[in-house]
């Protein structure tokens, strides 16, 4: 039987929440330095070393999901996704709560519904970029001056930056919730674990 | 002539007169060798002016400043010849210095009769006795034998107000030219430098603030804008302008009048002393710290100017600090301070207790935070929402 999430993906997906989660907490200390979560010095090196850990994440992914396949079949837009998106809404809104049946059940196929397909869309191909060649550019502030004073200085820079960070913050409590609401609260758990 | 009373009582028996004629002729005919020594062109002017016996300014005589001296008896007050005559470069400099337009004259400072080549800091500490005592305390004082005139050139000097940190730092490169290597510790030294000075760090007490000012970007970097080209580029003086009330956006829109004039126009910022404490020495290890500075807890952040260059001096005009928190978004590219901008409890908590909302500027960049904060708070909310329905319903 053909797994759901294969092997590849499901490495990556754990080691990607590990480092997502511990960059946002280092994140906060490095924005908020009042809060005390590490001493700043360690929270820009765990922060910095992960960031460049996170990019050679996504490369792997981008790599793996176009060999597979996966990038195209399962990010590809196609006009009923668009059309979906309303009745995808009412069924979280709704139907859920009346027992109605999933109107874009998960399948090896086709992984993901209207709007969770917007959801991915948005974080890996939109917002994983941006904070990647934002933190790129705060890797080196000297090295990237040009490249920094280009787009508005240090500060649109960290706006830029740390607005993707609230949206991946955001993106975790919804990801975290929704893979609740499979046939169990952890059955979808244990899928991206096993793989079936 | 009444000035002519004591001349007469000493005046000279025709021999003796003859002798002095002879020893003048000797006199003169030396002087173009530059073999006038003090004592040689005063000997004879000792007898009368006593007061003089053991003056000493290098190896100029009294006839070099007094020419009209020569003839005895003289007529009338004699007016010394104007000190440029051979200290041409050191009046030239003082003519712009911050001493000059305080109104002090060479004589002020400088006992030209009894000129030492060392008198040590007492002339200096005659006005700036508090700046001399902390100094005298310091390790500077201690350790070396360090004047005031070592540090600073009191014939060039300008007010500390009006330095940049390139020219405050310049004051301690004179001996400590490594300072860079030194503060290899330090991410970034040179970036950081461009925006402090030494004593930001190594005095403690002397009171530190943000200041703002216009600069113009070109390829040798940023350099502040004067006053005649704040001037020329405004079209008249703005001098006045900032009132009483909100200065940041009174600054802000003047910036965007400039700014739309000359592109290369930028508000900088740096944090430097606007009041000094003269010990220099300190080394502040435990300070080493990025939140020392990076953070809502450093105490520069409590003061904040706008330096406008002005026809005498610059007007340093306080800040409420939004001009931080907003304005240099286009404007000032490398000047970031963390924290300043982030959202604070106080922030969340007078918006639940519905205070009077803020304008967007005086949120400025927080609004990242006040947003980012409250689309966390209600997907929380949402999903406890729908946990409860889920729950309920028993799905």
Redesign the interface.
Known sequence: MKPLHPLWLRIWHWANTVIIVLLIVTGLE?????LHIFP??KA?LIHKVLGFAMIAGFLFWLVAAVLDGSLARCYGVRRRDLSGLARQARYYALG????ETDPFPTTAGEKFNPLKKLAYISIQLVFTPVVIVTGVLFSD??LFRQA??FI?????L??VH??A??VF??FI??HA?MAT?GKTPLSRIREMFTGI | MEGAGPLRKIAPAPYALSLRLLAAALMLTLLPLGAAKAAGGAEGCLECHEAYVGARHGNTGCLDCHPGSASVPHEGKQQPQPCRRCHEGTVASYAGSGHKKSGLACRDCHNVHFLQKDKGNRVCAGCHGSAYEAFSASLHAKKGSLRCTDCHDPHAIRPYRELGTKERINVCAGCHGDYLNKHAWLPYPALHFGYLECATCHSRRSEKSIVFFFARKSPEGKVRLPYDQLVRLYGTDPAGLIREGSRDDQIGRLFRVLARRDKNLVIDASVVVTKPFHEYSENPVEERRCVACHSGRARFYGSMFFVLPGKGSAEYIPLKGTLLASYPIAASTDFFLLSKNKLKRKDIIDFLLLKPLRTDRDIGFKWIDFIGFWLIAITGAAICCHIVLRLTVRR
């Not at chain 1, 490095?30 to 009042?34: K, S």
């Not at chain 1, 859920?96 to 027992?99: E, L, P, R």
């Open positions: 490095l924005g908020f330095t009042d700043f010095q820009v859920t709560f009346k027992g502030i000297l920094i004073g508005g200085g240090l500060r649109v960290d706006a740390v607005i960070a609230y913050a955001d409590v919804i919730y609401t």
